[in-house]
């Protein structure tokens, strides 16, 4: 990169690396880089134009939704549209509801609420509706975990206390099937859920990922 960030938004589109703010705009090498993009093909990373009044220096989040990134940072969010390089504002509609960490799975971003319960957006209506059908076998998110996007499934990942004296972390994973019913509602099922690691107290979940083998 052309200037070295923190706490930024990145993702990937087409093969390329966008990574958004994590710095202070203070100069002209900070302005003009603010966001960037490398291409693995030239080997090079480029600047990505951006208006003076979007540029915040943390970013707490981040989300690709069908070729948009979006990038939330402590007051409102902005998305780039990396086709024609257009930025807008966050609408408040997403910026007041997304809390935590987030995954996309078939173009509706999800993350969990305030009482641990998930929820997707539909960036196309800008609406927040709850997940259902999980009442049953799912504890209560309230912080810690992670999600990723595993073949068009909804994983979940998340660490609680183990049974070992207080002296474990025991690391769960869940697999959920989400969909969308006639009447617009989003319904998902357990497919699979069980621990799959034991870690030494204290340790915790820094992020998640899906990698195609």
């Not at 173009?107 to 009482?115: D, Q, R, S, T, V």
């Not at 617009?184 to 030494?200: A, H, Q, R, Y």
Request: hydrophobic residues 40%; neutral net charge.
């Amino acid at each position: 990169m052309r200037v070295s960030r923190e706490f930024a938004a990145a993702g990937v589109v087409d093969g390329k690396i966008y990574v958004i703010g994590g710095c202070v705009p203070d100069n002209w090498s900070r302005s003009a880089n603010w966001a960037e993009v490398f291409d693995p093909v030239t080997n090079r990373w480029e600047g990505i134009p951006s208006p003076p009044e979007i540029r915040e220096k943390w970013m707490h989040a981040s989300a690709i939704v069908d070729g948009k990134i979006y990038a939330m940072a402590d007051r409102g969010g902005v998305s780039l549209d990396t086709r024609s390089g257009a930025w807008e504002s966050v609408g408040s509609e997403l910026d007041l509801g997304w809390r935590g960490r987030a995954c996309v799975v078939n173009g509706i971003l999800y993350c969990y609420n305030y009482l641990g319960k998930i929820k997707g957006f539909d960036v196309k209506k800008g609406l927040w509706k709850e997940l259902k059908g999980l009442d049953k076998g799912l504890p209560k998110f309230l912080c810690g975990a992670t999600m990723a996007d595993v073949g068009g499934k909804l994983v979940v990942v998340w660490e609680c206390q183990g049974n070992g004296k207080g002296k474990e972390m025991e690391v769960w994973c869940a697999e959920i099937d989400v969909n969308k019913n006639k009447d617009g509602e989003l319904w998902g099922e357990v497919c699979w859920l069980n621990k799959v690691l034991s870690v030494p107290k204290g340790s915790s979940i820094v992020h998640c990922s899906s990698v195609a083998l």
